[in-house]
């Protein structure tokens, strides 16, 4: 396993990390131990979770099995609370999230999505006030426009507050757009990149191509309670042909490959991209995922044939998960 440095911290993620979603909700005790313990075993060490999600139980879930590993893991977690999201509501959610990891810090916490409601300064001047009483060791972003990203440096830099190390947000072969400002964003600024999504909620596992699974539902749209109709307009004829034609490209190019597989060589192949955020709601899925780790250099010959195959992804909107503007 490989390791990445965030930006000018002493923080180092390894290539993948463990996305949390569905613990201590579809992902029972036991499975979660059985994967953080198979995770470990890979080299893995970044653990990402949110209060929101099952309204703290992922947290929760993870304290219990990180007992006696703590200092194994970075736990990156978030904040998230549109309508108050001020001082007040984030030093009462860091303790919340501190007791729930059972842990004395967090390696990084997040704004889950900038706020609409509250100035960023004020957001900004908490979190630098949390690291410096140690409660946290740093703080990333999290689903921020890139001039959100550009503002919120500028105001630390202005002010002598602790700047973010790290940006989380959306990233894979269906989905290219932030290569368009983010990416050269964060590689001037120096900062970590971490991204989920890479198999695109399941389309680049190849199986909405086989007959019979056209009205196949992805875990990942249950959580986001998509209707049938919102979640078929992501099965388009354009987007599954090319999803085989990715498929291709992953048998050509790489021994016992896939589509799944192509994904994550053609993500490890990006200098700029700290670490990929491994997605599951069930337990076989994370040991399939792990399956399809790269261990050593990602396939030249398939990354570039990708690469090519996927341009013109880069050419639209930035899907970021709720439009809101950090004013």
């Not at 313990?37 to 209060?51: M, R, S």
């Not at 790290?166 to 900062?191: D, Q, T």
């Not at 191509?209 to 992805?218: A, D, L, S, T």
């Amino acid at each position: 396993m490989e390791y990445a440095k965030l930006g000018n911290s002493d923080i180092e993620v390894s290539r993948f990390g463990i996305g949390t979603l569905g613990f201590g909700d579809k992902i029972d005790q036991r499975d979660a131990d059985t994967i953080l313990g198979k995770a470990l075993d890979k080299g893995i060490n970044l653990i990402d979770t949110a209060d929101s999600y099952g309204g703290g139980e992922s947290e929760s879930a993870l304290g219990r099995v990180l007992q006696g590993r703590r200092d194994r893991v970075v736990i990156s977690t978030k904040f998230w609370n549109d309508e108050q999201h001020d001082r007040a509501y984030i030093q009462a959610a860091v303790e919340a999230s501190l007791r729930r990891l059972q842990t004395d810090y967090i390696d990084i916490y997040q704004p889950h999505h900038p706020s609409s409601k509250v100035p960023v300064e004020e957001i900004l001047e908490t979190l630098d006030a949390l690291v410096r009483q140690g409660k946290i060791r740093s703080y990333g972003l999290s689903n921020h426009w890139a001039w959100q990203v550009a503002r919120v440096h500028a105001i630390c830099e202005e002010n002598g507050w602790h700047k973010p190390i790290a940006l989380e947000c959306c990233y894979n072969l269906l989905n290219r757009s932030i290569e368009n400002e983010i990416v050269p964003l964060v590689k001037w600024l120096n900062m970590g990149l971490l991204v989920y999504g890479a198999l695109h909620r399941g389309l680049l596992r190849g199986q909405y191509n086989e007959p019979g699974n056209e009205e196949h539902r992805p875990e990942a749209w249950y959580y986001l309670r998509e209707t049938r109709q919102q979640r078929l307009k992501h099965l388009t004829p354009e987007r599954l042909g090319l999803v085989e034609r990715l498929q291709d490209i992953g048998h050509s190019y790489i021994p016992g490959g896939n589509s799944r597989t192509l994904a994550f060589h053609w993500l490890l192949s990006k200098p700029y991209v700290s670490s990929i955020i491994l997605g599951g709601s069930k337990a076989h899925q994370f040991l399939g995922i792990f399956k399809h780790i790269v261990d050593g250099a990602p396939s030249p010959e398939a990354v570039i044939v990708a690469d090519y195959s996927t341009r013109e992804r880069r050419y639209q909107p930035y899907e970021n998960q709720f439009v809101t503007d950090m004013l």
